[in-house]
Nanobody
Framework: QVQLVESGGGLVQPGESLRLSCRAS????????MGWYRQAPGKQRILVAA???????SIAVSLKGRFAVSRDNANDVVYLQMNNLQSEDSAVYYC??????????????WGQGTQVTVSS
């Protein structure tokens, strides 16, 4: 079993930055990919970013250049750095631990989600 706890969400103005953190606990977390999805009201949950234990990364094409994912393997923490935030980035952001080690491995466990709101 894996537990994931996100932090770092909040209310920001357009153009500002946020860094989300997700700390994982449980067996074999270090072996698997981790990442982030987001879900806006009335929309599907979509993949934002993923990172493997070996530091292979994937970012949604529309977010490249503004978002970055990183991972601290020693502490089982995954980060999502979000820059130049826009109103369309407002969503609940969910951390996940994948079912495998590949960057496209599907989620197996989810965090509770953290709200990001971008508004002036």
């Amino acid at each position: 079993q894996v537990q994931l706890v996100e932090s770092g969400g909040g209310l920001v103005q357009p153009g500002e930055s946020l860094r989300l953190s997700c700390r994982a606990s449980g067996s074999n977390v270090y072996r698997n990919a981790m990442g982030w999805y987001r879900q806006a009201p009335g929309k599907q949950r979509i993949l934002v970013a993923a990172v493997t234990p070996g530091n292979t990364k994937s970012i949604a094409v529309s977010l490249k250049g503004r978002f970055a994912v990183s991972r601290d393997n020693a502490n089982d923490v995954v980060y999502l750095q979000m820059n130049n935030l826009q109103s369309e980035d407002s969503a609940v952001y969910y951390c996940y631990s994948a079912a495998g080690e590949l960057v496209n491995s599907p989620p197996a466990y989810w965090g509770q989600g953290t709200q990001v709101t971008v508004s002036s």
